[in-house]
Nanobody, 120 residues
Framework: QVQLAESGGGLVQPGGSLRLSCVASGSIFSINDMGWYRQAPGKQREWVST???????TYTDSVKGRFIISRDNSRNTVYLQMNSLKPEDTAVYYC??????????????WGQGTQVTVSS
């Protein structure tokens, strides 16, 4: 079994910062792409950012220049540093990872989500 566990969400004022973390655990052989998605109330889940095993990063346009994704492969962890937060960044943030298990099966995994609220 493989699990993803996010942490670091909370309430922050506009212009503030938060750092999300997501740790993958369980029967892991290797991890391919890791990323973050978010879902605001009444909206569909949307992609935010992805980082490859080699560290190549991509971002949705609305967060470019404000969010930074990184990973620590030795800790099976992906981070999302969120700066200059705006009220429209309010959402539940989900971690996603493509994982090869010790049984050599490839599957896509999601975390349980962490709430980020940007409000004064």
């Amino acid at each position: 079994q493989v699990q993803l566990a996010e942490s670091g969400g909370g309430l922050v004022q506009p212009g503030g910062s938060l750092r999300l973390s997501c740790v993958a655990s369980g029967s892991i052989f290797s991890i391919n792409d890791m990323g973050w998605y978010r879902q605001a109330p009444g909206k569909q889940r949307e992609w935010v950012s992805t980082i490859t095993t080699g560290g190549r990063t991509t971002y949705t346009d609305s967060v470019k220049g404000r969010f930074i994704i990184s990973r620590d492969n030795s800790r099976n962890t992906v981070y999302l540093q969120m700066n200059s937060l705006k009220p429209e960044d309010t959402a539940v943030y989900y971690c996603n990872a493509e994982i090869i298990s010790t049984a050599r099966s490839l599957s896509n995994h999601w975390g349980q989500g962490t709430q980020v609220t940007v409000s004064s």
